[in-house]
DNA sequence: GTCTATAAAGAGATAGAC
DNA sequence: GTCTATCTCTTTATAGAC
């Protein structure tokens, strides 16, 4: 969560003095409001009480916008894939931190996962988040597969319809969450855990 | 599911002689291909084989193509709440009745609901879409609170926050689900009831 | 690091012919 | 019902001054 030393755009004084991570906290704000493609330069430099001209000394067209806030998405997903395997531990505690991981990640780095779920494709930045995003999915299937052989997984479903329930379930916390509100994260993994696992039908 | 009885453009012979309906197939097909703001009309002109003034013939700006769309979707989940006030029955069948009936609309109108799950708000048009899509949220809400209170509901969780974990699920089947695959909508549906009532652990 | 000015392309929409 | 041609506005991006 620390900003990145980056050797470029350090928090100088001058005029506002903006850093490479404001604008793309700025960006990523107005992409979600308005969509990525919907959202123009002139919008954008409105917000920053900047000139256009002036975004392009941080980031050197608009669709780096976007790859940066990608991968900030997806590195944290992949980060919590890392940690499951360092974890280890059995099939059933593995998904069930896969998936408490995944509404952590979701939530501390809300608009990057949220601008992450909605690219569909339409560009080489947005087709590569798509093979990394897909990756991903396919890890989380391998252990939900892991699980069912164990035992500790329904097995009249198909393994990959399941995944894609629950996964569909966790990310759509980006739809409503805010961190403003009244759930914790904590709260809200444990909750989605418990849904996931055993449902809604009271005990 | 038969075509709209409209009063204006028949299928008559003449040059390719595209009806409404045909148009705004193919515009939901780009829009949610490309996304609405990024599908111009010259996409669409290209897609249909017509000129751009064409399209005019049919719908008299962009923004309508969208609200048509909207309303099929709209129109076919609030037909589920009316199915469901007429039918009766438990709170815990009518939240069954919903849940599955909600699936069934998603796969008929399969396109249309990926759009109206699409929208944010950003125009007239979208906000209202918006307002009915939440008036739906609000009776299934009411009808989770229902059941929760005959028993049927586990009561260790929000009512909203299930209910919206919930449709989060059912929602998520948009971004996978294509007709020609191998689960049939009925199949589709009573997974998704056991995954939402009884969770993903084996029995 | 930020500005003004501008280039070049593409957008939504309309006019009027056939 | 469809066409060509065109209007006007906005878009991304660049040039060059300070």
Same mark, same amino acid.
């Given at each position: 969560?620390?900003?990145? =030393?980056? =050797? &470029?755009?350090?928090? *100088?004084?001058?005029?506002?003095?903006?850093?490479?991570?404001? &604008?793309?906290?700025?960006?990523?704000?107005?992409?979600?409001?308005?969509?990525?493609?919907?959202?123009?330069?002139?919008?954008?430099?409105?917000?920053?009480?900047?000139?256009?001209?002036?975004?392009?000394?941080?980031? =050197?067209? *608009?669709?780096?916008?976007?790859?940066?806030? %990608?991968?900030?998405?997806?590195?944290?997903?992949?980060?919590?894939?890392?940690? &499951?395997?360092?974890?280890?531990? !059995?099939?059933?505690?593995?998904?069930?931190?896969?998936?408490?991981?995944?509404?952590?990640?979701?939530?501390?780095? %809300?608009?990057?996962?949220?601008?992450?779920?909605?690219?569909?494709?339409? !560009?080489?930045?947005?087709?590569?988040?798509?093979?990394?995003?897909?990756?991903?999915?396919?890890?989380?299937?391998?252990?939900?597969?892991?699980?069912?052989?164990?035992?500790?997984?329904? !097995?009249?479903?198909? =393994?990959? &319809?399941?995944?894609?329930?629950?996964?569909?379930?966790?990310?759509?916390?980006?739809?409503?969450?805010?961190?403003?509100?009244?759930?914790?994260?904590?709260? %809200?993994?444990?909750?989605?855990?418990?849904?996931?696992?055993?449902? %809604?039908?009271?005990?």
């Amino acid at each position: 969560m620390m900003s990145h =030393p980056e =050797p &470029v755009a350090a928090p *100088k004084r001058g005029r506002p003095g903006l850093s490479r991570h404001d &604008v793309l906290e700025a960006a990523v704000a107005a992409f979600i409001e308005h969509g990525y493609d919907a959202t123009s330069m002139g919008m954008l430099s409105s917000r920053l009480g900047l000139s256009k001209a002036a975004i392009y000394h941080h980031f =050197p067209a *608009k669709v780096e916008l976007l790859r940066a806030a %990608l991968d900030e998405a997806l590195g944290g997903l992949e980060g919590v894939l890392r940690q &499951v395997d360092a974890l280890g531990g !059995s099939p059933e505690q593995r998904l069930a931190f896969v998936i408490s991981g995944a509404v952590h990640v979701l939530i501390e780095r %809300l608009p990057y996962v949220t601008l992450l779920l909605r690219v569909r494709g339409n !560009s080489e930045v947005e087709r590569d988040a798509l093979t990394r995003r897909r990756a991903f999915d396919r890890a989380v299937t391998a252990l939900v597969i892991e699980a069912r052989n164990a035992g500790s997984v329904r !097995s009249d479903i198909d =393994p990959s &319809v399941v995944t894609r329930l629950i996964f569909g379930m966790v990310n759509s916390i980006v739809e409503w969450y805010r961190p403003e509100g009244p759930e914790s994260a904590d709260q %809200l993994a444990s909750d989605v855990l418990a849904v996931a696992l055993e449902g %809604l039908s009271a005990s």
